[in-house]
């Protein structure tokens, strides 16, 4: 079972950026599909980025294209989230998901998730 921690979460003005990193403590984390998903509450989830096992494979939602970066060290067991240009309407709780499954990644269903991170971005 992988066991995933986020951190580097905060406070941020508009135009700003930051940097996110998960952790797996499962052992196997060069076998997953790693992705951030974003929760607002009374809006539905929303998968920003994954990234394939191999670190080749890579998708981002159209919210945040060309201002996201997705990247991972399978050394470290960490996958990271560069975000640059924040904007007010990126201020959710983010979380790492994984999944072994490159098809469910991309649909969105996940086998494991971290306790999330709250990124707040102010005008």
């Known amino acids: 079972q992988t066991q995933l921690r986020e951190s580097g979460g905060g406070l941020v003005q508009s135009g700003g950026s930051l940097r996110l990193s998960c952790v797996d403590s499962?052992?196997?984390?060069?076998?997953?599909?790693m992705a951030w998903i974003r929760q607002v509450p009374g809006k539905a989830r929303e998968t920003v980025a994954i990234i394939d096992w191999s670190g080749t494979g890579i998708r981002y939602s159209d919210d945040v294209q060309g201002r996201f970066t997705i990247f991972r060290d399978n050394a470290k067991s960490t996958v990271y989230l560069q975000m640059y240009s924040l904007k007010v309407e990126d201020t959710a709780v983010y979380y790492c998901a994984s999944t072994d499954n490159w098809g469910r990644a991309l649909a969105g269903q996940f086998s494991a998730w971290g306790q999330g991170t709250q990124v707040t971005v102010s005008s």
């Open positions: 499962s052992g196997a984390f060069a076998d997953y599909n």
